[in-house]
């Protein structure tokens, strides 16, 4: 069974930084992107960021461009977000996503509450 799980939120003050993780099990890992959405209060989900499996390629929303990093420890089955110069504007849950054999895989999401 796949599992997606997230950690690392919390509370911080506008400038300040937090790194997310999710740790997978239930698939081969490295044969797979995974990605990390958000979604705040009143919006739609939206996409992040999201690492290739083979050859680590990014890509990132324009939002958040410059400020976060993705990456991942194929080793240990875990995908990172790395937000420096966290804004207001991304107080979200964030959701780790994996697209595994045709079906939508989701974590719990952490929240991430960033304060002015």
């Known amino acids: 069974e796949v599992h997606l799980v997230e950690s690392g939120g919390g509370l911080v003050q506008a400038g300040g930084s937090l790194r997310l993780s999710c740790a997978t099990s239930?698939?081969?890992?490295?044969?797979?992107?995974i990605g990390w959405f958000r979604q705040a209060p009143g919006k739609e989900r939206e996409g992040v960021s999201c690492?290739?499996?083979?050859?680590?390629?990014?890509v990132y929303s324009d939002s958040v461009k410059g400020r976060f990093t993705i990456s991942r420890d194929d080793a240990k089955n875990t995908v990172y977000l790395q937000m420096n110069s966290l804004k207001p504007e991304d107080t979200a849950v964030y959701y780790c996503?994996?697209?595994?054999?045709?079906?939508?895989?989701w974590g719990q999401g952490t929240q991430v509450t960033v304060s002015s």
């Open positions: 996503y994996a697209l595994i054999r045709v079906l939508d895989h």
């Open positions: 239930g698939f081969t890992f490295d044969d797979y992107a």
């Open positions: 690492i290739s499996s083979t050859d680590d390629k990014t």
